[in-house]
T-cell receptor, first 113, second 114 residues
């Protein structure tokens, strides 16, 4: 069974640009969550989607947004990038018989210059 | 404010020893507790989870919960160099059919030397 797939693996952007990250969950998983990981703050929850609906949202500015499609694939978007947005963005999926387990993708390493 | 605190370490133990990792949480409403392992440059991998009703043992790993003191511990017996990684404690508050939102500690870096 394929794991959680995130694309792209690396991104370099400049301040003010916007970026879209993609996540394909494990087949059959309907919940997708996004986390930001930085050395200083650790793992911070961004948002969670289930059946195309946002179920939870963390304490991030409105520049961070996301969506989920009918096939459970998810995208997150960050507009007007700031230097502080440089981080590893991790997507995780859960569902089915492994409902209590979050499976993480390899992440997208975003660098904002 | 829901917080999860971990000693950042580093924790260094010799091969074959018991490594003990601890985590405290702030909200008594916590329901599920998770330990993730993250190797350098890799994503977190779930190694143990327990509910608020008991401890759990899985191979060399034991997760224990002390609800009165609000801390969770992970014991790794017969530590191996391959156990060298950052261990993240995570807590889920509240119910619901989906998992999604976990509160993570900043992790404890463990080094097992041969």
């Amino acid at each position: 069974k394929a794991g959680v797939t995130q694309t792209p693996r690396y991104l370099i952007k400049t301040r003010g640009q916007q970026v879209t990250l993609s996540c394909s969950p494990i087949s059959g998983h309907r919940s997708v969550s996004w986390y930001q990981q930085t050395p200083g703050q650790g793992l911070q929850f961004l948002f969670e989607y289930f059946s195309e609906t946002q179920r939870n949202k963390g304490n991030f500015p409105g520049r961070f947004s996301g969506r989920q499609f009918s096939n459970s694939r998810s995208e997150m978007n960050v507009s007007t990038l700031e230097l502080g947005d440089s981080a590893l963005y991790l997507c995780a999926s859960s569902g089915g018989r492994t409902n209590e387990k979050l499976f993480f993708g390899s992440g997208t390493q975003l660098s904002v210059l | 404010q829901k917080e999860v605190e971990q000693n950042s370490g580093p924790l260094s133990v010799p091969e074959g020893a018991i490594a003990s990792l601890n985590c405290t949480y702030s909200d008594r409403g916590s329901q599920s507790f998770f330990w993730y392992r993250q190797y350098s440059g890799k994503s977190p991998e779930l190694i143990m989870f327990i509910y608020s009703n008991g401890d759990k043992e899985d191979g060399r790993f034991t997760a224990q919960l002390n609800k009165a003191s609000q801390y969770v511990s992970l014991l790794i017996r017969d530590s191996q160099p391959s156990d060298s990684a950052t261990y993240l404690c995570a807590v889920k508050y509240g119910g619901g059919s989906t998992l999604g939102r976990l509160y993570f500690g900043r992790g404890t870096q463990l080094t097992v030397w041969p």
